[in-house]
C-alpha cells in the first residue's frame, strides 16, 4: 500500500520584487493565486511569479516573463517542496538542506506559463498536480495585413 503525505514544508525562492503587478498589490495577487480561481487569477495585470501554501494545498502561478521551477524532495519529517526561478537554485537549496544526493535537473518542473498548478498530497510516484489555464488568449483574431496589425 502506498503511503501517501501533505508538503511538510514549501521552501520559496521566488523573489516578489521581481514582480510587476498593474492593477493589484501582492498580497491581492497573491490571494487570488491562493484561492485557486482562474478567472481571479486572470484578473491579475503585469508579469509575475507567485506561490501560496494554505493548508495542505500549494497553488504556483506565473506569466511567460517570469520563471519558476519546482522540485519535492523527501524527508523523514515529510516532503519537502522546493520552488525558485532557476535550477541551480534548487540545487543549492538541497545541499543546505542536506538532501544534494536527491538532486538531478531533469527531476525539477516547470510551472508553465499561464496555468495555476496546485499540489495537494505527496506521494511516490512523483505528485500528479491540478492544472488550471487563467489567460487563453484569442487565436487568429487579426488579418494576416501588416497595416492592419499595426493600427490594432
Known amino acids: 500500500m502506498q503511503q501517501h503525505a ?23 495577487a497573491a490571494e487570488a493565486v491562493a484561492s485557486g480561481d482562474a478567472d481571479a487569477v486572470g484578473r491579475i495585470q503585469g508579469q509575475f511569479a507567485i506561490i501560496q501554501k494554505r493548508g495542505n494545498i500549494v497553488r504556483m502561478a506565473r506569466t511567460i516573463g517570469r520563471p519558476m521551477r519546482y522540485f519535492l524532495a523527501k524527508r523523514a519529517e515529510g516532503p519537502c517542496l522546493i520552488v525558485a526561478e532557476r535550477i541551480d537554485e534548487i540545487r ?14 531533469s527531476y525539477t518542473r ?40 499595426g493600427k490594432a
Open 92 to 105: 543549492d537549496a538541497l545541499e543546505k538542506e542536506g538532501l544534494a544526493d536527491q538532486f538531478h535537473p
Open 6 to 28: 501533505y508538503i511538510d514544508r514549501l521552501v520559496d525562492l521566488i523573489d516578489t520584487d521581481g514582480n510587476v503587478l498593474l492593477n493589484m498589490s501582492y498580497d491581492e
Open 110 to 149: 516547470m510551472v508553465p506559463a499561464h496555468h495555476i498548478i496546485e499540489l495537494a498530497l505527496i506521494g511516490c510516484p512523483d505528485p500528479n498536480p491540478n492544472v488550471q489555464r487563467f489567460f487563453t488568449p484569442l487565436r487568429n483574431q487579426f488579418s494576416t495585413d501588416l497595416e492592419e496589425i
